[in-house]
């Protein structure tokens, strides 16, 4: 009986991941990854700021075309000392977002990560995220 019940366990928390998106090995475990591979789909991410602006290329060195891509932004708000996440959005493999500057109400973000997801052809996904841009 006890065997039954462990298999009927294991099965079910399958088909939860399952229902859930996936295991625990479809999202990135590390905030600092700059570049990742995942069955045979390379992909990294150079960006830049300039002013007020953070300027993203994916780059993608191994996969089967054609690759699709979604972009997430975490910026950081001072005032509430808490990160907030926009995204996934579809994209092209460049992005820019905007560094946020103090609003009106003196409101400071003071720093942006981005984190963009490449899919190619096979279904092979790799998350690959920059480090943190200074805002303000």
């Given at each position: 009986m006890k065997s039954k019940l462990m298999v009927a366990v294991v099965l079910g928390a399958g088909t939860l991941l399952t229902a859930c998106g996936g295991t625990l090995e479809d999202t990135p475990t590390s905030e600092d990854v700059m570049g990742a591979q995942r069955?045979?789909?390379?992909?990294?991410?150079?960006?830049?700021?300039?002013?007020?602006?953070?300027?993203?290329?994916?780059?993608?060195?191994?996969?089967?075309?054609?690759?699709?891509?979604?972009?997430?932004?975490?910026?950081?708000?001072?005032?509430?000392?808490?990160?907030?996440?926009?995204?996934?959005?579809?994209?092209?493999?460049?992005?820019?977002?905007?560094?946020?500057?103090?609003?009106?109400?003196?409101?400071?973000?003071?720093?942006l990560r981005v984190s963009a997801t490449v899919t190619d052809a096979t279904g092979a996904v790799v998350h690959t995220s920059s480090g943190e841009f200074s805002c303000g």
């Open positions: 069955a045979g789909l390379t992909a990294s991410l150079s960006c830049s700021q300039d002013s007020s602006r953070v300027s993203c290329d994916a780059l993608v060195t191994e996969g089967v075309a054609p690759f699709t891509y979604t972009w997430t932004q975490r910026i950081f708000l001072e005032a509430t000392g808490r990160y907030y996440t926009s995204g996934p959005t579809p994209g092209g493999a460049s992005r820019s977002f905007t560094c946020r500057t103090p609003d009106e109400s003196g409101t400071i973000f003071s720093s």
